[in-house]
């Protein structure tokens, strides 16, 4: 679908459900291109679901776009919700991977609308913040969204919803929060991923180093929790730096990062439903996100 489409559809949580509408950041030169969300009246712990970091990645967009019911059934439920759908618009329209480059390669002058190592403590000790500013207007602007929404909307569940076009061999997870091991939200999710047609990388490494169990990694190299200057270690960051000052973080319980396989030739219907089956079933994985506090 095209960025009008999925904003069309993505608005009708507004106009037929009563959800919040905010716009996170607009272009100048294009006021009609927007980072959006949308959130319940209702407020408390809450569901997130985040997707479109990546321009070239557009299964998850596509996939909350298709299942938006699901998601207005939940909060009619009175589950808290916060949604992203569209992180990236203007390099989703592109079909780049980030918002000021056509280059995949980040090393080349491209920067993530999710970094947030402004926000996040340095490596070594943990007493300042890992950079010294954003990387790009967007990239603020999401962030200190997320930091703001997060007070009256404290993340219990992150589905953060991403694709991988390196991966030939298969799809996976990233599981972050204060239970990245063994989680149960994170073997559903593969469940329902395999379920659907993905293959899984149930064994081996990444490309970076990190270990695969069963289709998920939660640690990094050396063992360590996976700290990678994300949105996703941000939400759930249990210490930030705001304006260079510590500060407790979102300290989301239960951050789920889904990677279906993008490589040239996959079929992006294919992966437009294994990760709709994901946000179908947000439901019983918020119920599951229960037991991982």
Same mark, same amino acid.
């Given at each position: ?30 006021? /009609? ?8 009246k ?9 997707a ?17 019911? /699901? ?96 991966? /030939? ?8 929060g ?44 050396a ?28 300290s ?9 396989p ?18 179908q ?13």
């Amino acid at each position: 679908s095209t960025y009008e489409q999925l904003t069309q559809r993505y608005q009708s949580l507004a106009t037929e459900h009563g959800w919040l509408e905010e716009t996170i950041y607009a272009y100048s030169d294009e006021p /009609t291109l927007a980072i959006r969300a949308w959130r319940t009246k209702q407020h408390g712990e809450a569901l997130w679901i985040i997707a479109g970091i990546h321009g070239e990645e557009p299964a998850g967009p596509n996939a909350i776009a298709g299942n938006l019911a /699901t998601l207005a059934r939940l909060a009619d439920d009175g589950v808290p919700i916060v949604l992203i759908p569209l992180c990236n618009p203007k390099a989703y329209r592109n079909n780049w991977r980030y918002p000021n480059t056509a280059e995949r390669d980040w090393r080349r002058g491209g920067y993530s609308v999710g970094d947030a190592e402004y926000l996040l403590p340095d490596l070594e000790q943990g007493t300042k913040p890992r950079a010294a500013a954003p990387s790009g207007p967007e990239t603020h602007a999401l962030t200190q969204h997320v930091l703001k929404v997060a007070e009256a909307y404290p993340p219990r569940l992150v589905l953060d919803l991403h694709e991988d076009e390196l991966s /030939t061999e298969g799809g996976y997870i990233y599981s972050q929060g204060t239970r990245p091991d063994d989680n149960p939200v994170g073997a559903e999710v593969i469940r329902l991923l395999a379920g659907n047609g993905i293959p899984i990388r149930l064994e081996g490494h990444t490309r970076f180093g990190e270990p695969i169990a069963n289709g998920v990694i939660s640690r990094d190299d050396a063992g360590a929790p996976i700290r990678d200057g994300s949105i996703d270690e941000l939400i759930a960051a249990p210490v930030v730096f705001v304006n260079g000052e510590r500060r407790p973080g979102p300290s989301a319980a239960t951050v789920i990062v889904v990677e279906t396989p993008a490589f040239a030739g996959s079929q992006l219907a294919l992966r437009v439903a294994a990760q709709g089956a994901v946000v179908q079933h947000a439901p019983q994985l918020w119920r599951l996100s229960a037991a991982a506090d």
